[in-house]
């Protein structure tokens, strides 16, 4: 039923939005939150809903869309492997959606899925940041990707689908990137646009692989590598061998681009590993629902007056999503969503 204004991300969008609907003279109750769906001779005809005062509101309607979210931030209905990997969605994904429409009958499906990244640290227990854009840069200087046995194991231009497979075999089920100072330098910067500060890498860097997040760095490889809890004497043959194959001009060994593969890792430190663990934000789980993205019932039919857009409906994308595409279907399946609701109650022309 909305909630405080959004900050950052798709916030801009979200303000855009929220202005029309407000032009139209239709009020919105944020801070209010949607407990039930209200049925009457088998129909959804409204939503109960309370204030954190305890103020009870009815909104009766002809029709009712859920475009409540995931429920990322709800561990109870988490299932594994989601439920170990780290969280940075908001907190207020909490399946409430999913569960007022079970509740009245719908189905469930694909609940155990959500959209994994490889590329998480660790900032407090259990939630990640995202240092994505800092990988995309290491990968144009010289970093690359290791196990704690400290080999390398996969193109570092692989899919994130793909590092995430090898990432989930290794011990401690994480893998670590490994950067010389220039590298460091494109990382730092990259990790800028997603709202890591310089003021969060100095207490990380500071720890030095003591604790999460692992910010480890040394003088020379070995040392970075103990601080990290790398085998060190792997780890410099590895990075003897990435440098053999840029000075080649090809990798070999896992196939990273040429146009990759352009600067070798510095034979003079400092060095810095940083963790790479599994994290996520958004869920697949969703009701199920026909073209008109109606909700359906446990026996597979249309529940009178109830729809849903958005994440609830995420099972679209089948087990993943690519990056962006969860935008992208918020407004489309909104939009359709809504014309059929316009249809069905016959407001809009066939």
Request: glycine share 12%.
């Amino acid at each position: 039923m909305g909630g405080p204004e959004i900050k950052g991300g798709c916030g801009p969008a979200y303000r855009k939005v929220e202005k029309a609907v407000r032009d139209l003279g239709i009020k919105i109750h944020t801070d209010t939150k949607a407990e039930r769906l209200i049925v009457k001779d088998g129909r959804i005809v409204g939503v109960e809903a309370h204030k954190k005062d305890g103020t009870k509101y009815i909104f009766s309607s002809k029709a009712v869309l859920l475009a409540t979210g995931g429920y990322g931030a709800n561990k109870a209905m988490l299932i594994e492997p989601l439920k170990s990997a780290l969280y940075y969605g908001p907190a207020s994904a909490t399946g409430d959606g999913h569960r007022m429409a079970q509740a009245v009958g719908a189905k469930l499906e694909l609940m155990e899925f959500g959209k994994r990244y490889p590329n998480g640290v660790e900032a407090a227990p259990g939630v990640a940041k995202s240092i994505i854009q800092g990988n995309y840069r290491a990968w144009l200087q010289s970093g690359i990707l290791v196990n704690n046995e400290g080999r390398r194991l996969i193109n570092e231009k692989a899919s994130n689908h793909d590092i995430l497979t090898v990432l989930e075999k290794q011990k401690g089920g994480m893998l670590y990137l490994v950067m010389d100072q220039a590298t460091w330098n494109g990382f730092r910067d990259g990790v800028h646009t997603l709202g890591i500060t310089d003021e969060d890498l100095e207490k990380w860097l500071a720890e030095n692989g003591r604790k999460a997040p692992i910010f480890a760095h040394g003088s020379t490889l070995a040392e970075a590598a103990a601080a990290a809890g790398i085998d060190g004497s792997t780890l410099e043959k590895t990075v003897a061998r990435y440098n053999e194959l840029v000075k080649l001009g090809k990798d070999e060994d896992f196939g990273r681009p040429a146009a990759f593969m352009k600067a070798a890792i510095s034979s003079e430190g400092p060095y810095y590993i940083v963790e790479q663990k599994p994290r996520f934000a958004t869920t697949m789980g969703s009701v199920i629902v026909d073209e008109n993205l109606q909700v359906l019932n446990q026996q597979g039919k249309p529940i009178p007056g109830l729809y849903a857009a958005g994440e609830i409906v995420n099972a679209v994308h089948g087990d993943d999503s690519s990056p962006g595409m969860n935008v992208a279907w918020g407004f489309t399946s909104g939009k359709v969503a809504s014309e059929s609701i316009l249809k069905a109650l016959g407001r809009l022309e066939k």
